[in-house]
């Protein structure tokens, strides 16, 4: 718009000029010879009617747009999405792990769980998922090194195994560990009021522990709303609720519903990605939503049937899988949605989920 007002202005300032040399010959026609020797010759001044006047005009017109640009270029502009990446891909994946309940006891249950379960119904959902092993920290790890590496739930040490913050970094991607109720960025220590280590897999890792810059990708969840906002989610998000909202446990008053108090959390706190232009567009965000085990009592595959919901503007929109499936399969769809063309541990081997994808 600037670029038109300059031009407009320059424009005006040339007419200007012209009709003051127009003018001024039609003065040196008019004069006869006879006043001719009597009347001094006029004066031509580098003033507005002549073009070095229009010149300067000029110059003080673009030099003053000029300035200007350079005082609003400090101005950010609004959020212009980006084009979509190739079919199967996706600028951003977020995976959230809920706690320790069984497929019966949230699918279908729109009474308790409405939130869940309608995002279940508009896109997809697998009804033939299980978990690997009980308890939590086994299926942590599998999520994101592709093996349970131990299913002590007071495991505190140094994880060196292959992992996918390795590939993550190795591909030149971003990551996130958005944990609820974590004390500190970069926080590596053991569990809080609400805040349990057994549940930040990422915080394990050798890759993490022992590299300051990496570190400073283990942040309390509240990051996660302004990251959002400010459109600078990173490519890979793994979002822990603390253990007051995750469905496994209430606050220390012991009053709560577990399951209604966990979908009303993912309504406040997830839903607004499907209000990011960022997110919420072809190729911008994948979503998943599912739990780390069920009921101890359901051992079938290791770990119990459990809940698996995807959503995006790539997922198929009413799509039920029977396909069955664990967490090494999600770890490998999340790097597959990212470009990634190695994967850690059981990835390797794992079966893709693309089928909930639109176009497959």
Known sequence: MKKYVVVLIVFILVC???FGMVKLASRNRSASPDNA???????IQPNLFSFSGVLKSIEQTVGSSSSQDGNQAQVPSPFKPLPAPPKGRARHVVIVLEENQGYQKVMGNTQEMPYLNSLASTYAYSK???ANTHPSI???????????ITNNSSHTDTVTDDNIVRHLVAAGKTWKEYSEGLPSIGFTGSSGESYDQDHTPLAFYS???DNPDQKKNLVPFSQFTKDLADNKLPDYSFIIPNSYNDADGCPPSGDCNLLATADNWLKTNIDPVFKSADFNSPGGGILIITFDEAAKSDKTHG?????WIVAGADVKKGFVSNTFYQHENTLRFMAELLGLTSFPGKAASAA???????GY
């Open 16 to 18: 200007i000029g012209i």
């Open 37 to 43: 020797q009597n009347q001094s010759a006029p004066s």
């Open 128 to 130: 033939n998922y299980y």
């Open 138 to 148: 086994g299926n942590y790890f599998m999520l994101t090194a592709g093996d349970t």
């Open 207 to 209: 890759d993490v522990r």
């Open 303 to 307: 770990g119990g049937q459990i809940p």
């Open 352 to 358: 893709s989920m693309k089928e909930f994808l639109t």
